[in-house]
């Protein structure tokens, strides 16, 4: 069974030529001379090639040839969930500190819109740490693995901690688009309409595609999905990485 490998190298060629596509902006506007260090430009350059690394280790995990055996080892399926489940949150987290940047600066660096939605990120990122070492560590029965190591997980069992990964997803990408759109659409509403479409475009994209995202994942997990669970953590990789392009 070659599905998982082929996902990963998808995932892989997908990042490439998302980076290959869009080079000619990126040498424009992140490495012109004089070159700043700043930590917007850090976060994107983590956010371009990171994912580069991280298909690379996803690959290697899937050539180690387990997904030819009759039945693959549990530890081995543990080790990928909580390696897709730590890199997906750590991804997102890069992607969600570019937005929060963003609406930062639009309310003319107000301390308490940046300390809020900073403290909605470290709330997210603690919850997902929490539920990944309650469910996958320290009691991995609470998740199924069939005989190929596609995840199942019951998440009407009222002491499955599981939904709380996408429910604070949700919460900090609802917040930001929010606060966001309040800001053009109502305090900066004397401007034209090409403010709110500049500044809210990449937000709404964002936030649309990471709603599809958590459901199919939700779903996927909930219903053992099969040959698309496979396909689902690399291509959610592949799409945080081209979520935020410079113009």
């Known amino acids: ?5 082929g996902a990963a190298v998808l995932g892989l060629v997908t990042t490439g030529c998302d980076i290959a596509l869009t080079m000619r902006g990126e040498v424009q506007y992140i490495w012109k001379k004089p070159l700043q260090i700043t930590f917007v430009r850090c976060l994107f350059v983590l956010m371009r090639y990171l994912p580069i690394a991280l298909h690379v280790i996803n690959i290697v995990l899937a050539s180690t040839g387990l997904d030819n055996a009759e039945q693959v080892p549990e530890q ?4 990928m969930m909580v390696f897709r489940i730590l890199t997906f949150s750590t991804m997102l987290a890069l992607l969600e500190l570019i937005l929060i940047t963003r609406v930062y600066a639009l309310y003319n660096r107000s ?11 470290v709330l997210r990122i603690a919850s997902t ?7 996958v560590l320290r009691l991995p029965e609470k998740i199924e693995y069939t005989s190929h190591c596609v995840a199942t997980v019951n998440f009407k069992n009222a002491r499955n901690l599981l939904w709380v990964i ?3 997803i949700l919460i ?9 759109m309040k800001r053009t659409m109502w305090d900066f509403r004397q401007y034209s309409y090409s403010l709110f479409s500049v500044l809210n475009k990449d937000g709404l ?4 595609a990471i709603v599809v995202a958590v459901v199919a994942t939700v779903v996927t997990l909930a219903k053992k999905g099969g040959t698309l669970y496979f396909f689902i953590f690399p291509l959610l990789i592949a799409m945080i990485s081209a979520a935020v392009h410079v113009h």
Request: aromatic fraction near 12%; proline fraction near 2%.
């Open 205 to 208: 994209k964002v936030f649309g």
């Open 166 to 168: 996408p429910c604070g």
């Open 1 to 5: 069974m070659h599905i998982r490998l």
């Open 172 to 180: 900090v990408q609802v917040a930001i688009i929010t606060l966001a």
């Open 111 to 121: 301390r308490a819109i940046g300390t809020f939605l900073v403290l909605l990120l």
């Open 76 to 79: 081995y399926c543990r080790i």
């Open 129 to 135: 740490a929490y539920s990944v070492y309650d469910h």
